[in-house]
């Protein structure tokens, strides 16, 4: 992470930009999880995680007062082609392995609902790959600077790491971009 630092340096205080290395609890999956007992708790506490951050982030658009592109006059939130359920299985699908869901995509839904229940709010938060796709729903950085100026009142955050990596702010704006593609469809 960058972070800025402060350091004294002759008597004088001097701020800098520095990487730090910051620890922090993460729980990654195991086998053991299928085979325990706690499994179906992991599981449920996954699933309700994931809708709880999806009502989150459609109540909060609704209060914000972000208004549709595809349907002008409306609230986002009140879109009826923004099915919520389409939401709740956006991370499963970003986070899940094609190859595994292939084989097996009962096993490929558990392990990704059991990452999110023993992770919550930490799952995926620091998670980039080799194209700059960050957090849960796997944002760029390009599109996501593009939703945060089309949708001002929603209000994103600002820092791209930092936003894709909070599961509301990048399911708001994984409801913002269906949104605008969904505008483009229209036209």
């Known amino acids: 992470f960058m972070e800025t630092v402060s350091r004294v340096v002759k008597g004088k205080v001097k701020k800098e930009i520095k990487k730090v290395v910051r620890g922090f609890p993460y729980v990654p999956h195991s086998e053991f ?3 325990s007992e706690n499994e179906a708790i992991l599981v449920e506490a996954g699933r309700d995680r994931d809708k709880s951050v999806v009502a989150e982030a459609f109540a909060t658009l609704g209060e914000r007062g972000v208004m549709s592109r595809s349907f002008p006059g409306t609230l986002i939130a009140d879109v009826k082609s923004l099915n919520p359920r ?4 956006l991370p499963l699908l970003e986070q899940g392995d094609m190859t595994e869901f292939t ?5 490929t839904i558990k392990r990704t609902l059991i990452i999110l229940g023993a992770n919550g709010e930490m799952a995926w938060k620091y998670t980039c790959n080799r194209s700059d796709a960050c957090g ?6 390009g599109t996501y600077r593009n939703l945060r100026t089309t949708y001002s009142a929603a209000k994103l955050i600002v820092d791209f790491k930092e936003g894709a990596g909070n599961q509301v702010n990048s399911m708001m704006a994984a409801i913002l971009l269906f949104d605008y593609n969904l505008k483009g469809l229209i036209d």
């Open 33 to 35: 999880f299928e085979e």
């Open 86 to 89: 389409f939401f709740e299985r």
């Open 103 to 107: 084989l097996d995509p009962e096993k």
């Open 136 to 141: 849960w729903i796997q944002f760029t950085p």
